[in-house]
């Protein structure tokens, strides 16, 4: 049974950073490229990021290029979401995801590409 298990979300000032992780257990880790994507109230889910199997290739959405930063540990079967220089606009429910790609080394920027996902966890950035 795969799990995506996301952390770090909470509320920040803007400017303020966070850390977001996502734990993976139930897939052979390291053949999956992983995303992390956004639902704000009332808006559909969106991509942020993604990093490819090896880690070699990230994508990132041109609205977090140069804040964001997508990371992995194979040996921990974790992904990581660095945000910085946090906007209110940034605030949504973030969620990653996993998409079966191994050798490929696509990072995909669309959702229907993904296999698993995670519930979720709140970012909240104040004014």
């Known amino acids: 049974q795969v799990r995506l298990v996301e952390s770090g979300g909470g509320l920040v000032q803007a400017g303020g950073s966070l850390r977001l992780s996502c734990a993976a257990s139930g897939l052979t880790f390291s053949w999956y490229a992983m995303g992390w994507f956004r639902q704000a109230p009332g808006k559909e889910r969106e991509f942020v990021a993604a990093?490819?199997?090896?880690?070699?290739?990230?994508n990132y959405a041109d609205s977090v290029k140069g804040r964001f930063t997508i990371s992995r540990e194979n040996a921990k079967n974790m992904v990581y979401l660095q945000m910085n220089s946090l906007k209110p606009e940034d605030t949504a429910v973030y969620y990653c995801?996993?998409?079966?790609?191994?050798?490929?080394?696509?990072?995909?920027?669309?959702?229907?590409?993904?296999?698993?996902w995670g519930q979720g966890t709140q970012v909240t950035v104040s004014s």
């Open positions: 995801a996993a998409d079966r790609t191994y050798p490929s080394r696509r990072a995909a920027t669309e959702k229907n590409e993904y296999d698993y």
């Open positions: 990093i490819s199997w090896s880690g070699g290739s990230t």
